[in-house]
């Protein structure tokens, strides 16, 4: 039965949603040159804020730490914007004269951007930019948890937008999420595309509305630590990037595989950086607290080290940054081989890169397929065996997964979007960006007659 704030919001997401329809229509008639001002307006506007909003995220989610959220939303004004701010998106945007084809780009209407609350704020003005950037309004929904700081983002988004020409109601945001409320955006006849990030319940609640959606599935990221690897650089590279943001990020290391001949180099290398290992009944401890009823403690996401052993009741000292438990099973009954969203990573010894390999499906099925790999490893021979085979999207060589896998480190397209393809559920393996945004009309000249039929016969008789 709906309540009253469910009727309450689903009202909401039905006015914004034609007040969308009408802000679409006025930016569809917009130049390229007028488009990439309000989107140059958008990414300046988030630039600036950049520091406030990452503080609102962390006071009212609690999850990750101010100054790497800030580098996320610096993450979407800056290498998302750079990446797109070039690109084609209004009217012809190709001519193939040898073919005598045109391509033509074409607006998909009205997006609906779903948010985590792990990242709601670099997720709004990310969205926001490709959206806008690709001739299309956004209405976002927000996480429960991260209202009031998705509702801020989205306004200084569209406030940015307007100060350059956009109309009023291009950008919006959901004051009073609910259930209710995303259902109605996600099912509605005005909505025409679906960026869903978020849980799995959500992205599947996407994929049945009954629209388009590009959706994301879970990162339980494996990392290979090949023996012809730089291993003071590779740990290094995993300890900056596990713990960016306490962990937040899905394409963040959940479990390292490391060669048995550089075992005591690697472990002695992760004390040396910051690494604190469990012993046996911490170990017990810590793996209580990963899992609640099936599914991840989301008490313990984005927190420090230090919060997550004391939930555990167990002490380790300030200066360690990353929690690590040997391990050898895999499954949801050995708690530290799932995606923990923490900075808690799970160490397995492995005879080889055969073993490694075995290892590393073992662990995308528990909950990761079409996500991400890493391997870091000096021998491009092992490179190639080793990732040719692998069932994920992004593959990241000697870079810490997190930054690799969103395009801040390797030459992979910026995004906060990764999809996982079919293999992980989902429409898409690419970093979504604005070129998912917008269709393409193809515009063909004739050059060629159809052979007549007399002709054709003759032919088809020549073939028996």
Not at 79 to 107: F, H, L, M
Request: glycine share 8%.
């Amino acid at each position: 039965m709906l309540r009253d704030i469910d009727l309450q919001s689903i009202q909401e997401v039905r006015n914004y949603l034609e007040e969308a329809q009408a802000a679409q229509k006025i930016l569809a008639k917009m130049t390229q040159e007028e488009i990439d001002k309000i989107v140059e307006s958008m990414a300046n506007a988030a630039r600036e804020e950049a520091a406030r909003l990452a503080a609102m995220a962390v006071e009212e989610t609690g999850f990750g730490n101010v100054a790497d959220k800030t580098t996320k939303n610096l993450f979407a004004a800056n290498d998302v914007y750079n990446s797109i701010k070039d690109v084609k998106t209004v009217g012809v945007i190709r001519r193939d004269e040898e073919n005598r084809v045109w391509e033509v780009a074409q607006p998909v209407g009205i997006v609906a951007g779903i948010v985590p609350s792990t990242n709601p704020t670099s997720t709004v003005i990310f969205k926001s930019l490709i959206a806008v950037k690709a001739g299309n309004a956004i209405i976002f929904s927000p996480h429960p948890a991260a209202a009031k700081c998705t509702v801020e983002a989205a306004r200084i988004m569209q406030e940015a937008a307007e100060r350059a020409g956009a109309p009023k109601g291009l950008i919006s945001c959901i004051t009073q999420p609910t259930m209710a409320a995303t259902n109605e955006l996600m099912k509605h006849k005005l909505t025409d595309v679906i960026l869903a990030t978020g849980g799995p319940g959500l992205v599947k609640a996407a994929y049945s509305s009954g629209k388009p959606a590009y959706g994301v599935g879970p990162g339980n990221v494996p990392v290979y630590i090949h023996e012809s690897a730089n291993i003071a650089k590779a740990v290094e590279l995993i300890i900056q990037s596990k713990t960016f943001d306490n962990g937040t990020i899905c394409a963040s290391e959940q479990a390292l595989l490391v060669d048995e001949s550089i075992k005591e180099k690697v472990v002695a290398e992760l004390k040396q950086q910051g690494a604190y290992f469990l012993n046996e009944e911490e170990k017990q401890k810590v793996a209580s607290i990963i899992m609640v009823n099936g599914s991840l403690n989301a008490k313990i996401v984005g927190k420090t080290p230090q919060v997550i052993a004391e939930m555990a009741g167990i002490e380790v000292p300030a200066d360690v940054k990353v929690l690590v438990a040997e391990e050898t099973g895999v499954g949801k009954e050995y708690p530290f081989s799932i995606e923990k969203l923490s900075p808690i990573l799970a160490f397995y010894t492995v005879k080889g890169m055969e073993e490694a390999s075995e290892l590393a499906l073992k662990l995308l099925e528990v909950g990761g397929l079409g996500h991400t790999v890493g391997i870091h490893a000096e021998d491009e021979k092992v490179i190639e065996a080793y990732t040719i085979d692998k069932p994920a999207s992004r593959i990241i060589v000697n870079s810490g997964t997190t930054f690799g896998g969103i395009g801040a480190t390797v030459n992979l397209m910026p995004s906060l979007t990764l999809g996982c393809g079919a293999i992980g559920n989902n429409v898409t393996s690419d970093n979504v960006t604005v070129t998912h945004l917008f269709n393409i009309k193809r515009v063909a000249f004739g050059v060629r007659e159809m052979p007549k039929k007399d002709e054709a016969q003759k032919e088809a008789a020549l073939t028996k």
